[in-house]
């Protein structure tokens, strides 16, 4: 199972000219939290962007997402949907006995 609390995505302008990010609707951040490495891209430029799970995020399947833009320029506007499940941490055998 994998148990990854954070992912990474390298976001490129491949617009001849700058961009300056700009975030339109946030992850629900009781499930993800995100952080943006540089929000101004020249051209040909790339910025991290990382996604962590939130530590209030409850157990069970969550869909979000992230919308974000060149600065005035909704021709570029991507969303980036974002799907997970928390799962309960496993019970030791031992721990099972004694309750």
Same mark, same amino acid.
């Given at each position: 199972?994998?148990?990854?609390k954070e992912?990474? *995505?390298?976001? $490129? #302008?491949? !617009?001849? $000219? ?6 339109? !609707?946030?992850?629900?951040? #009781? ?5 943006? !490495?540089d929000k $101004?891209? #020249? %051209? #040909? ?10 530590? $209030?995020?409850?157990? =069970?399947?969550? *869909?979000? =997402? ?12 991507i969303t980036?949907?974002?799907? =997970? ?12 006995? %004694?309750?």
């Amino acid at each position: 199972m994998d148990t990854k609390k954070e992912i990474k *995505l390298t976001l $490129k #302008n491949t !617009d001849v $000219k700058p961009h300056k990010l700009e975030v339109i !609707d946030k992850p629900n951040e #009781n499930f993800i939290k995100i952080d943006i !490495d540089d929000k $101004k891209l #020249n %051209s #040909n430029d790339s910025t991290e962007l990382v996604f962590k799970l939130s530590d $209030k995020a409850d157990v =069970g399947i969550f *869909l979000t =997402g992230l919308t974000i833009q060149g600065e005035g320029d909704s021709d570029s506007r991507i969303t980036i949907p974002i799907q =997970g499940e928390v799962v309960a941490p496993a019970v030791k055998a031992t721990e099972r006995a %004694s309750q």
